[in-house]
């Protein structure tokens, strides 16, 4: 029985993680956003888009010399104070993806961060759901380990 | 049925005895492997000190940064902890040139035997062997805790944001860390330092607990026979343990820093290094603590503070912790330190009493509860850091290709290295790891809170406390889900 557990929880977890996850289609819009950069942040440090927009995004630095390198895309502007930097981009993978300044800047240069949220971002309930779904398994396994005979317990 | 909780029982524990294995048992005794890891890292600490101070101050070009805070760090928390517990410990080149000093000695076993005490097994020697310049004095008993290794994490995570990318900040700590090692060994007996004082080894004991490897005696049997504890006194093969462990009682690995001096001593050929399953040592009754409690919320405190800090879109709590103005610091320092002293305490303590209320054991003392109940944070915790590792280590490992060929940042090109550009390796890996981390943490954290709440009783009681406990361990581990993986 608690064998029957363990695979059901990893298959349902499985299937969490791998099922689309639910949108309503929405046409691509386009984006153009300026993000300015200075030691030791972007603004805004959050950027919002759906799938399928295409973005144009525009790098100002305010103070140093700042690069914007984008997780999971082709991305890679430097600046420098007084110039613009500037790209444009489909959005076509949804999830959050770091903005990461690319030219030391100073001291917390490495931690020098944003986000590019792409709608739907589902990453984080899937993660809850699969989370919840371990716990339950767990506390089950436990009860059934706790009904059978002593002696028999494992622990 | 309640009351006072059960020991813990070995019986039924599956282990796998690695030193089985000839080529490592033959390996773990020889008295140079310690030298050796200990001489080759205390290479690589001197060059960082060095390059800490002297080299750039881009903490990105400067070894001392890049191989301590990256490499180390991601080492430690991504393999060496969570699969080895204190395997660092052995590696570690703080304490050894104290340690050579105390003994007088690189390798060498000790020039003679120990006379063994006629009470031995009762009353165990209690000072160290005076065989090198210690003055073999005792650690002082109001210290023997981990209270001084906690104040001491707390104090260097609160500036953590300063000692974490200044070059000549990192050099002059790990300085530090050196010669304070060095003065304990000269005026304590043993390792001192790595035991009561060193804020690594503080949360590396803690979560040892939770790995799959141990050092152990193999029958305690042949050691309550054996009356001369040359594991703890020492003999021509070996020092007796440098932690002031006792082998023949220790059924935990959170102060056993897997030197192998125990194997080299044992005439009985009865230690032995094992695989078992993970989390074993969270639920010996006997080891339970308030200061190991405590170690465990402010670990959870700080995995839960990092992120907010160093990796969020928000430059403001990177200004106010980097102290770019002082009101702001400390606003930040009161934040970090109510968060840690008082916050998350405050908030197991209800979660604690909540649990006791539900498993109706009132006449079960809250603070024995409590401090028990602190033990599931353990893996949660450590799955916590291992998140916070991942995030950054993967996107900055790339700056060590570099700074191997130029380690001080002064132009050097050494291996041809030089001119490899930072690119964050395998980030579309790192939510999938996120998850895997934390929920892996959850279910070891909800299978601890089990094994400890059955130590308190059984039947539906146990279950109604297992209830609040899942509960409030769901909701944190969702809290660190949602710092990973959530849209801020």
Partial sequence: MRALIVAGVLLLALLILLAPWPALPTAGREREIVVRARQYAFAPGVVRVNRGDRVTLILEAEDVTHGLRLDGYDVDLVAIPGQRARTSFVVDRPGKFQMRCSKVCGTLHPFMLGELVVEPHGAFWRAAAVALLAAVGTVLFVVLGQRTPAGEQAE | ?488
């Fill in chain 2, 1 to 488: 049925m309640t009351g006072r909780p059960r020991p813990s029982s070995e019986a039924g524990a599956i282990r796998w005895e690695l030193t089985g294995w000839p080529i490592l048992g033959w390996l773990l005794r020889q008295r140079a492997l310690n030298w050796v890891l200990m001489g080759g890292a205390l290479l690589g600490l001197l060059l960082a000190v060095v390059a800490g101070i002297v080299g750039t101050a881009a903490g990105s070009a400067n070894f001392g940064i890049v191989f301590v805070w990256i490499v180390w760090w991601g080492l430690l928390m991504g393999v060496l902890l969570p699969l080895g517990g204190r395997l660092w410990c052995l590696v570690c080149p703080i304490p050894a040139p104290g340690e050579w000093l105390q003994r007088k000695a690189l390798v060498a076993p000790p020039l003679h035997g120990i006379e063994p005490a006629p009470d031995a097994a009762q009353a165990p020697v209690e000072t160290g062997r005076r065989t090198g310049l210690d003055s073999g004095r005792r650690w002082p008993k109001a210290l023997r805790s981990i209270w001084l290794q906690n104040a001491g994490f707390l104090g260097t995570a609160l500036f953590s944001t300063i000692i974490l990318t200044r070059p000549s900040v990192t050099g002059w700590v790990l300085f530090a860390f050196l010669a304070g090692a060095a003065g304990l060994a000269l005026v304590f007996e043993r390792r001192a330092f790595c035991r009561y004082v060193c804020p690594v080894g503080g949360f590396i004991g803690l979560y040892s607990l939770v790995s799959p490897l141990e050092l152990r005696v193999r029958d305690a049997g042949v050691c309550q026979e054996h009356r001369t504890k040359d594991c703890y006194l020492g003999n021509a093969d070996g020092y007796g343990c440098p932690w002031m462990e006792r082998p023949w009682s220790m059924e935990r690995n959170a102060y056993c820093g897997l030197c192998g001096e125990c194997l080299r001593t044992c005439p009985k050929d009865n230690v032995s290094l094992n695989l078992r399953l993970p989390g074993h040592d969270l639920l010996v009754v006997e080891g339970w603590r308030l200061d190991e409690a405590y170690k465990a919320f402010i670990m959870l405190a700080c995995a839960g503070i990092y992120p907010l800090v160093f990796l969020g879109p928000w430059g403001w709590p990177r200004d106010w912790s980097n102290l770019a103005s002082v009101p702001g610091f400390v606003l930040y320092a009161l934040a970090f330190l109510g968060c840690n002293l008082l916050l998350v305490p405050g908030l197991q303590l209800a979660i604690a009493a909540l649990t006791r209320q539900a498993a109706g054991w009132r006449e079960l003392p809250l603070r024995r509860v409590f401090v028990a109940l602190a033990y599931p944070l353990v893996p949660l915790g450590l799955a916590a850091w291992i998140a916070f590792t991942v995030s950054f280590v993967f996107a900055n490992l790339s700056y060590a290709l570099p700074v191997l060929s130029d380690p001080f940042g002064w132009g050097w090109d050494l291996f041809g290295t030089r001119q490899l550009f930072w690119q964050p390796w395998l980030t579309g890996l790192v939510p999938a790891l996120h998850t895997a981390a934390l929920v892996g943490g959850l279910v070891l954290a909800i299978w601890t809170a089990a094994g400890i709440l059955r130590r308190f009783g059984d039947g539906a009681a146990m279950l109604r406390g297992l209830a609040v406990q899942s509960v409030a361990l769901l909701g944190q581990a969702v809290f660190f889900l949602w710092l990973y993986l959530g849209a801020t």
